[in-house]
């Protein structure tokens, strides 16, 4: 994303000071001279920086860290003295190292060790396991009342906003839930922390598929993106979003939980981008957000997920008032994604709500990312257009005919995953490996 010196940053600070959760570290000028050091480890000092010591940037002594040197089991060293429990200002350094280290996750399991994922590997970074008192004080750190949510048996979703110096911050998308404890007990706690980008990556960057870019953008109806947690759904659609208010003036209202991207501090925009978090923050249900919309007069709007009866119903209702809808669901293909919708409701309607899913459906994507021996991940994608004649044949052909129209249609008019694995595989983007098991898994 393009930098517009202080006015981009302007509507940055603006955006994030909506943000709850975060933690302001902007009295440090660089991580190597921050009052807070991991036991063992002496901060530079300002006069005579050691030898090879990181610039302003890079953020301290762990930017000397090498995933690369992960031994057979999968530990890296990332503290020099392992810490006897774990800190927030220890958790902090290692997130914003995660940050600029193409980190997927972190992941706090009580009763494990603290791990990461990157790359889609699982990496050590402690020997010894982490305590649930441990785990819980950090979540309760990240997100002040989060004791309440879980003993209510809730999970919590938030963002975390750390800011590493005046003009440097990270971001987080953060989840925490009880489970069961190790030994046997069930006051067990985990918290997964994911990194959010700090822009939004261009289209372009994400190699779109020509049907991506002719049917991915309607002016009514909706646009599905489906896959797996960490599958890049959310990527894909931020900067699809950045795309069109870059390029239309259309007014965005996206319904998240939570907010990730910064979309209100794209730069360059001809159109228009409100955020709002659902669950407790601004709104409390997807389907709640939706209702508002429609009192709003947005030309488009996001929805982060469509899993339960009334935000089903709300989308589509919204996409048949005239709204162009983008949303989520998990699955892993494009042929049991309205299938999937349907079945949250009951039997006796199922084909009724079907019609009505097909009928407002203009693009199906699935999405699902693998290594790339070039380093980092390729996203693979398998789309589904829906023009009207072909919803058409769907709803005439009944539920009989529904299976076997779709997969037709996906051969003959789409991009199968088999062909888009086929098609990175020979471009050298995926380990043959990988392709293999997905070739595997289309034949099951």
Aim: charged share 25%; hydrophobic share 40%; aromatic share 6%.
């Amino acid at each position: 994303m393009s930098n517009d010196g202080a006015q981009t940053q302007g509507g940055l600070d603006a955006y994030l000071a909506q943000i709850e959760g975060g933690v302001d570290r902007s009295d440090v000028a660089a991580r190597p001279q921050r009052a807070k050091t991991a036991p063992g480890i002496e901060p530079a000092p300002a006069s005579a920086p050691a030898a090879g010591a990181p610039t302003e940037g890079s953020y301290g002594w762990w930017s000397n860290v090498r995933p690369e040197s992960a031994d057979a089991n999968g530990f890296v060293r990332f503290f020099e003295t392992e810490p006897v429990s774990l800190s927030l200002d220890h958790l902090n350094d290692l997130l914003c190292w995660a940050s600029e280290n193409a980190v997927s996750d972190v992941f706090l399991l009580a009763g494990f060790q603290l791990f990461m994922q990157r790359h889609g590997r699982l990496m050590r970074l402690t020997r010894r396991p982490l305590e649930v008192p441990e785990v819980n004080e950090l979540i309760c750190s990240i997100k002040p009342g989060a004791e309440a949510t879980l003993n209510a048996i809730d999970e919590v979703n938030s963002t975390y906003v750390i800011n590493a110096t005046r003009d440097t911050r990270y971001t987080f998308r953060v989840n925490a839930a009880r489970c069961n404890e190790r030994n046997g007990g069930d006051r067990g706690l985990e918290a997964v922390l994911r990194p959010i980008p700090k822009e939004v990556p261009d289209l372009a960057y994400l190699n779109p598929e020509p049907l991506l870019l002719e049917y991915g953008f309607p002016s009514d109806g909706v646009v599905y993106m489906c896959g797996t947690t960490g599958s890049g759904k959310s990527t894909t659609l931020a900067a699809m979003v950045q795309h069109d208010v870059r390029n239309t003036e259309r007014r965005w209202l996206t319904f998240e939980a939570p907010v990730e991207f910064p979309l209100m501090a794209i730069t360059g925009m001809r159109g228009m981008v409100n955020q709002c978090e659902v669950h407790g923050k601004h709104l409390k249900t997807f389907a709640a957000g939706i209702r508002r919309a429609l009192r709003a007069k947005p030309d488009v709007m996001l929805i982060g997920e469509a899993r339960d009866q009334e935000t089903i119903e709300a989308v589509i209702l919204a996409a048949e008032s005239g709204h162009g809808c983008y949303t989520t669901t998990h699955s892993h293909s494009v042929l049991n994604v309205l299938p999937r919708l349907a079945a949250a409701f009951s039997i006796d309607v199922y084909w009724s709500m079907m019609v009505k899913l097909i009928d407002t459906s203009r693009l199906l994507v699935a999405q699902k990312l693998v290594k790339n021996p070039k380093g980092g991940r390729t996203a693979l994608r398998e789309l589904l257009p829906m023009p009207e004649a072909f919803r058409q044949q769907l709803i005439d052909g009944g539920p009989a005919n529904f299976a076997r129209l779709m997969k037709a249609a996906l051969e003959e008019r789409g991009i199968s995953m088999a062909k888009a694995a086929a098609r990175e595989f020979a471009a050298g983007n995926m380990f043959e490996s990988d392709y293999k098991k997905i070739v595997v898994e289309i034949a099951a």
